[in-house]
């Protein structure tokens, strides 16, 4: 059974930086997609940023220029660098995987910034 387990959210200072970690248990694969997403209006969710299993990366407006998305294929783990954070960016934020006909969710994860 996949299982995508979320770390390194919580409380920061406006101005602040996390990062965010999602480790993937439970595939002897690599997948093509891993990528961030955080909540959105409603019962939405909002793209971040992707990165492929080839060293692609790619942003939504929001991310580029604040987040940096890395992975390590080795450790079968996809990383969220977040720099100048802002109240804004209070959501729970989840990490994504899938790209070869399945797509897998994490439990997602609290970020808080206070101003």
């Known amino acids: 059974q996949v299982r995508l387990v979320e770390s390194g959210g919580g409380l920061v200072q406006a101005g602040g930086s996390l990062r965010l970690s999602c480790e993937v248990s439970?595939?002897?694969?690599?997948?093509?997609?891993m990528g961030w997403y955080r909540q959105g209006p409603g019962n939405s969710r909002e793209l971040l940023a992707v990165a492929s299993a080839t060293g692609g990366t790619a942003y939504s407006a929001s991310a580029k220029g604040r987040f940096t998305i890395s992975r390590d294929n080795a450790k079968n783990t996809v990383f969220l660098q977040m720099t100048t954070l802002k109240p804004e960016d209070t959501r729970v934020y989840y990490c994504?995987?899938?790209?070869?006909?399945?797509?897998?969710w994490g439990q997602g994860i609290q970020v808080t910034v206070s101003s």
């Open positions: 439970g595939s002897p694969n690599t997948f093509p997609e």
């Open positions: 994504n995987v899938g790209g070869n006909g399945e797509r897998f």
